[in-house]
């Protein structure tokens, strides 16, 4: 070969392995979500990228193959560039040996790696869109020898037993979807309407994992009254002065709840409230709020007791409370603007146990 020829094999080398390279690093730091949303835009290049996204596993497996092949191709020519200077210098087989070595990937390192990574990394779901179409010709090549090398590597780790334990392909993950939300709320004018938004947003998402005790009203907050000892007039006044529409009622004790009573059946003058209780749900502390809130719009219900590990009234929860939980607080024309804190001196002040820190 040349010296010509391998000088141009040499720089087609080093653009390859630049362009895997790139590709990789910009895939890797690319957002997922985006990908899958631009793909539902249409268009041949957000079809070939979602496709990538689809089979992440095997699309790193040939980029990294196309790597290899394109490094020992630079590692055949660069060696006919550079042994015929390095001979000039200084005829010796180990020392050409060695700085053949160096020398070559350096320069490697540099214009294939570095380089490319830092300016892939930038932005790297803009770079995927511009390199994709020869990436994918590239993926259709290699696609059988990184099929079979990913068979021979799923072979050798069963024969030494080892799982391969593979996250589902395409899956989008909390983070990502974190990610791409924030980073839309820094290209939009109206910050603070759009993060009003992206704040139902992230509650709705983080309310799958939130249970009854994190949004019922504690034991001792709870607004009852006896069964026994409460008149008809003593309850009127309970709803005037609360403004509640529905009150737990209990007998001896809150452990022994019997229901509930609405203020509705109150408006008859001749009813006996105690005849018009109705029974309530019971729920533990550990379930979750979603699950809750499906059980109470099932069974036409709008309060539920919540019950610790004893049996015993540790909590009330209302369907209010639960939604109250995804779009923040709902006041109406009966509710009182809740005080969480006194200031007590110039030093010192109180506040609310209940009341939460950001």
Not at 130 to 152: D, E, Q, R, T
Not at 236 to 255: A, M, P, R
Request: charged share 25%; hydrophobic share 45%.
């Amino acid at each position: 070969m040349t010296v010509t020829l391998a000088f141009i094999f040499t720089i087609i080398a080093i653009i390859f392995s630049g362009l895997f390279s790139g590709t990789e690093i910009a895939f890797i730091q690319s957002n997922k979500v985006r990908i899958e949303i631009d793909a539902s835009k249409g268009g041949i290049i957000n079809k070939i990228i979602s496709r990538f996204n689809a089979n992440q596993d095997m699309f790193i497996s040939t980029l990294l193959v196309g790597n290899n092949i394109t490094l020992v191709i630079y590692g055949i020519t660069i060696s006919v560039i550079l042994n015929p200077m390095l001979q000039q210098v200084y005829d010796n087989e180990a020392f050409m040996l060695i700085a053949n070595t160096l020398i070559s990937t350096g320069i490697i390192l540099i214009t294939g790696e570095f380089m490319p990574k830092t300016v892939f990394r930038i932005n790297p779901n803009v770079m995927l869109k511009v390199f994709a179409l020869p990436v994918f010709l590239i993926y259709i090549v290699l696609y059988p020898i990184s099929k079979f090398s990913s068979w021979i590597s799923t072979m050798m780790m069963r024969l030494f037993g080892v799982k391969n334990e593979q996250q589902e392909s395409g899956a989008i993950t909390m983070d990502e979807l974190d990610d791409y939300i924030q980073q839309t709320i820094e290209d939009q004018k109206d910050k603070e309407e759009i993060e009003n938004e992206v704040k139902i947003f992230r509650k709705a998402i983080d309310f799958k994992d939130t249970h009854i005790s994190d949004c019922m009203i504690p034991r001792n907050e709870i607004v009852a009254v006896d069964v026994e000892t409460t008149t008809k007039e003593q309850l009127i006044d309970t709803f005037v002065t609360t403004g509640l529409s529905k009150i737990v009622v209990y007998s001896d004790d809150i452990d022994n709840v019997c229901g509930y009573i609405h203020v509705a059946e109150l408006l008859d003058a001749e009813v006996v409230w105690k005849e018009r209780i109705k029974p309530v749900l019971y729920t533990p502390e550990s379930m979750l709020a979603n699950k809750m809130m499906r059980r109470l719009m099932a069974e036409k219900k709008s309060m539920a007791i919540v019950v610790d590990e004893f049996g015993g009234t540790c909590g009330l929860v209302t369907l209010e409370d639960l939604v109250e939980e995804i779009f923040g607080e709902i006041e109406d024309e009966h509710d009182f603007e809740k005080q969480v804190g006194t200031r007590l001196s110039d030093t010192s002040f109180e506040f609310s146990g209940r009341a939460e820190i950001e």
